[in-house]
């Protein structure tokens, strides 16, 4: 059975203008162990299913249909007391964009972890220092620094007390939402190398959102890509990135520059991503896809099993079949 | 080659006093300096593009103003078209500023909220008095807008900043420091802060111009794999300082000091399969105030040994036109 499973997902932002379909009929599932990437440009709505599966949602975000299932229980079903005292940071953590400011500024760093574990487990407070000391050391940070406070520490070492404070009480799920975007490349390597040892160590299920595909690529054995709404590919990581069907996903593996190897030619997407308040008819990435056909403007992409665990929801591939 | 040189810069410093509070400077006489950009050297050519690579804090940003007079360096020589700018009064340095423009980081912090797109990209010819009449300046600001592919440009030229998504202000950006039709442009991380999808339409974008106008550009980045594809020749910062100068496909192919191998092994593969051995270099940049002794990346370097902490290596010349420093350059 899977840890999580997103069904159908329908989620809009209420906006003076319309509703804007952040999340249209997305449906996804995380099995333990697992490391799941969900990878889009920015406004294509990742982060958007990062909050409902959290139950963050501004106000004015509103979800229509489906399901996030989590151990036989719908999260959207749950109420909120419920979901803060057995799921939040116990069962489910997170780690936001830009997280290193997300640290309170004159507490120590030890002291936030420690709170954050005695705010969700009955124990004592020694036990729970214990703890804290023992995760940052696993996060590469060091008990020594248990008494540092955030200013003293530099933005990957914020970035890692994060992780740290994210497995305070041993989460099943750890969301990390763009994890390095605002980090140095070698501070950035640091922060992967320690995702992916603790992926090694711990057997850590977690939904890592990125733009950036060769982050995915490095730390994710699972990949969706999202596009204005909607998954429009889904699969192993390799068969993804080796064996793309979507010409979206394609394009944008093809838009990342390689440091190594034979220097190709960079790929670039024409146009820009649409409004969604009014996407565009039948496929979404029509307008701006180079195989455009009649029944691309027309009609949805239902999606399909190409091959074994590869699903895509575009009509070149549903032709082939 | 018999290339023309456009940009000569000698031994360039640029050093960052410190304020101390009230006590603090009654108890000591010194000031302490943030060597910025501590005596650096190189020529771009006319036609060319160098990369000037490193971590946030090398110096690069810093040497990148100093060429156009932003900020005035500390010593250090630099020659425009063989003018010494160092020498030229405020307004002749105006003058030549048409010359030489500059792509800030931050496409929403560049540009003016409160102007319009078409006022935005025609403000320089009106500032530099290029153009005579109205109907002119809008010739110009449709040819730049045709080239960024911000088309049709009256589609977008009566927006505001706010109402474009940050590529399409990128694009705005590049547009407006090409429309005075410069020799030189000093590029500041111009795509590091879009989404890797626009930013190759970007980059694109901007080497397009960049070989039709046989511009000059100095393009500041922290990403190696970037630098690849756009830059002829890199130079690799650290601490002020450069570790490596060299052709592009050199430098991110075989590099020589152990910091640019580590800058490369920092970047991550599109590739689920490619996965290398990864040399993660330690650690943090260290406090620029107190640089460490000796060469600079000693601390942080896997294959330092006794004389790394005590002598400071020279940038010497390996190869023709490829230069490092360290004592023991990587497969020499």
């Not at chain 1, 990390?176 to 070698?186: H, S």
């Not at chain 1, 950035?188 to 190398?193: F, H, L, T, W, Y």
């Not at chain 1, 992926?199 to 994710?220: F, G, P, R, V, Y």
């Not at chain 1, 192993?236 to 990135?241: K, L, M």
């Amino acid at each position: 059975m899977p840890l999580l499973n997103v069904k159908n997902l329908k989620m809009y932002f209420y906006t003076l203008r319309g509703w804007v379909k952040a999340v249209d009929n997305v449906s996804f599932s995380i099995e333990k162990g697992d490391s799941f990437g969900l990878a889009g440009e920015s406004g294509c709505g990742k982060t958007s299913v990062a909050l409902t599966t959290l139950r963050l949602l501004p106000s004015n975000g509103k979800v229509f249909d489906g399901k996030i299932i989590f151990e036989n229980m719908d999260l959207l079903q749950l109420d909120d007391k419920t979901f803060d005292r057995k799921i939040r940071w116990k069962k489910i953590s997170t780690v936001f964009q830009g997280a290193m400011n997300s640290l309170h500024p004159t507490m120590k760093i030890g002291d936030q972890i420690t709170e954050s574990i005695l705010a969700h487990e009955d124990v004592s407070k020694e036990e729970a220092e214990e703890r804290a000391k023992k995760l940052l050391d696993l996060v590469g940070i060091g008990a020594s620094r248990f008494d540092r406070y955030p200013h003293e520490l530099s933005g990957g070492m914020k970035q890692r007390t994060m992780i740290a404070m994210s497995l305070a009480c041993n989460p099943d799920l750890v969301i990390l939402d763009e994890p390095t975007t605002a980090l140095d490349v070698i501070i950035a390597a640091q922060v992967i190398n320690v995702i992916k040892e603790l992926q090694k160590k711990l057997n850590l299920s977690m939904l890592l959102i990125s733009h950036d595909l060769s982050l995915i690529a490095e730390t994710c054995n699972k990949v969706a890509i999202m596009y204005a709404g909607k998954i429009v590919e889904y699969g192993d990581a390799v068969s993804i990135f080796k064996e793309s069907l979507h010409p979206y996903t394609t394009k944008l593996i093809n838009a990342f520059p390689s440091v190594l190897g034979r220097k190709t030619e960079l790929s670039s997407i024409r146009g820009f991503p649409p409004d969604l308040l009014v996407p565009p008819s039948g496929c979404r990435f029509h307008p701006r896809c180079d195989y455009a056909m009649d029944i691309c403007r027309k009609e949805e992409p239902p999606v399909i099993e190409a091959n074994r665990e590869h699903y895509v929801a575009c009509w070149l591939v549903g032709g082939k079949k | 080659m018999t290339e023309k040189k456009l940009i000569e810069v000698y031994n360039l410093r640029k050093y960052f006093p410190i304020k101390l509070g009230f006590f603090k400077s009654l108890l000591t006489s010194e000031v302490p300096l943030v060597r910025a950009v501590d005596n650096i050297s190189f020529t771009i050519n006319e036609g060319e593009v160098f990369g000037l690579v490193g971590e946030s804090g090398c110096g690069k940003t810093t040497t990148g103003r100093v060429l156009l007079q932003l900020i005035e360096p500390t010593a250090g020589k630099i020659f425009f078209k063989g003018v010494d700018l160092l020498k030229l009064s405020h307004a002749e340095m105006r003058k030549l500023r048409r010359k030489m423009q500059i792509i800030f980081q931050d496409p929403y912090e560049s540009l003016n909220p409160r102007m319009s797109i078409y006022d935005i990209i025609s403000e320089p010819l009106h500032l530099l008095k290029l153009v005579e009449t109205e109907e002119e300046a809008r010739k110009r600001v449709y040819e730049v807008m045709e080239a960024m592919d911000l088309t049709p440009p009256e589609e977008y030229m009566f927006r505001f900043p706010h109402e474009l998504s940050g590529g399409q202000r990128q694009r705005v950006a590049v547009a407006r420091a090409f429309i005075v039709r410069p020799e030189f442009i000093v590029a500041d991380e111009p795509v590091s802060m879009l989404d890797a999808s626009i930013r190759s339409e970007v980059v694109k974008l901007m080497q397009g111009l960049v070989q039709k106008f046989r511009l000059a550009l100095l393009y500041i980045t922290h990403d190696m794999a970037l630098a690849r594809y756009i830059c002829d020749r890199i130079g690799v910062m650290y601490l002020g300082k450069f570790v490596e100068v060299g052709r592009t496909e050199d430098v991110t192919q075989h590099p020589l000091h152990p910091y640019t191998e580590a800058l490369i092994a920092a970047v991550p593969v599109p590739d689920p399969t490619g996965r290398r051995t990864k040399v993660i270099v330690k650690g943090e940049v260290p406090n620029p105030i107190n640089p460490p002794s000796g060469c600079r990346f000693h601390p942080r370097c896997r294959y330092s040994q006794e004389i790394c902490r005590k002598e400071e290596p020279q940038l010497v010349e390996v190869e023709k036109g490829r230069f490092v420093a360290c004592h023991f350059p990587l497969g020499k």
